[in-house]
């Protein structure tokens, strides 16, 4: 047998060597961790099937975020749990609403941390679709205004950044409208561009206690099989106004996420989401996998793919491997 002349394992021979030829590289700041805001104080409820995740009142919200900040992570992104909810979604655009009320703590106590805010509706309509129900549909253009009532709102309290995630066609250029209208042309908007109809979202949905009381969201969250679609929406997104755009799940569709770094010179994010974690940490409770390496294994599958930060509930851990 001829000698080798290429012996790739030369370069694996040790962890120093390892770290030096290594091609993608995490750090905290690469990370936005979601946290969940509700009514009340000193509240900190433990999400049934997210372990280690919480709906928080504004006081502890902001003793997280101190927390979040000193671990060098870059941000947070806010769902609100409202304390009541309508058919008109009234306590998404209440300037004195849950997550109003959160973003301004948060900024007053940690103002150089991000804080984003998620756009949407199903977490205060009472049916739980992410707009107005009309003859048991969900009418898109009578969603528009809500949305960009959300946005200005958001942003009023002090949002760095709004992320619409309704899936709404011509919500971004609806929100960008009505941002620079009403003074907040330098707010930028990370669309939730490619949002698909996933199961993984289960776990979210008790943590936000947003499940739709009727059928689903298929109807205008994306097929999972349309890739090409994805491209499409994000195009369209851009056009509109987005600043950067979100691919939703991450794991299952790394996929688009590289089509999507390949094409739109615009930062990408990626949204690890509720589904994606539960897995790991029943995987790992179960001691059928190492939790810490798949942890790190999968945010760094998610970098590789090309996504410049990720919204993940792994992010104070990883800050902390990382330090």
Not at 54 to 69: G, N, R
Not at 220 to 238: F, H, K, T, V
């Amino acid at each position: 047998m001829a000698f080798p002349v290429h012996r790739p394992r030369r370069l694996r021979a040790t962890e120093s060597i390892r770290a030096l030829v290594r091609e993608t590289a995490l750090a905290p700041d690469d990370f936005i961790l979601p946290l969940f805001v509700c009514p009340g104080e000193g509240v900190k409820r433990e999400i049934g099937s997210m372990p280690g995740n919480y709906q928080m009142s504004t006081d502890e919200i902001v003793k997280e975020c101190a927390e979040v900040a000193s671990l060098g992570v870059s941000g947070v992104i806010l769902f609100g749990i409202p304390e009541t909810k309508d058919e008109t979604a009234s306590g998404g655009y209440d300037d004195q609403g849950i997550v109003q009320r959160g973003v301004r703590a948060i900024k007053r106590e940690v103002p150089k941390l991000i804080v984003m805010t998620d756009v949407c509706n199903c977490e205060y309509t009472s049916h739980g679709h992410c707009g107005k129900v009309v003859a048991g549909e969900v009418d898109n253009d009578a969603t528009l205004e809500w949305l960009a009532w959300s946005a200005v709102s958001h942003a009023r309290a002090g949002a760095d950044i709004v992320a619409p995630s309704d899936m709404m066609d011509g919500r971004v250029g609806a929100i960008r409208k009505a941002l620079d209208a009403e003074g907040f042309a330098r707010v930028p908007i990370l669309s939730y561009a490619a949002k698909f109809a996933s199961c993984f979202y289960g776990p979210f949905r008790e943590a936000a206690e947003s499940a739709p009381q009727f059928g689903d969201r298929r109807g205008y969250q994306m097929d999972p099989a349309n890739g090409r679609e994805a491209m499409r929406e994000i195009a369209l997104d851009l056009e509109e106004g987005a600043d950067m755009i979100m691919i939703k799940p991450a794991l299952p569709y790394l996929d688009l996420i590289r089509q999507a770094r390949d094409r739109f010179e615009v930062p990408i994010a990626a949204y690890q989401v509720s589904g994606e974690f539960s897995m790991i940490m029943a995987a790992a409770r179960n001691g059928w996998i190492d939790r810490t390496r798949a942890m790190m294994e999968s945010l760094t599958s998610i970098r590789r793919a090309g996504a410049d930060f990720v919204l993940t509930y792994f992010a104070k851990d990883a800050a902390r491997l990382l330090a």
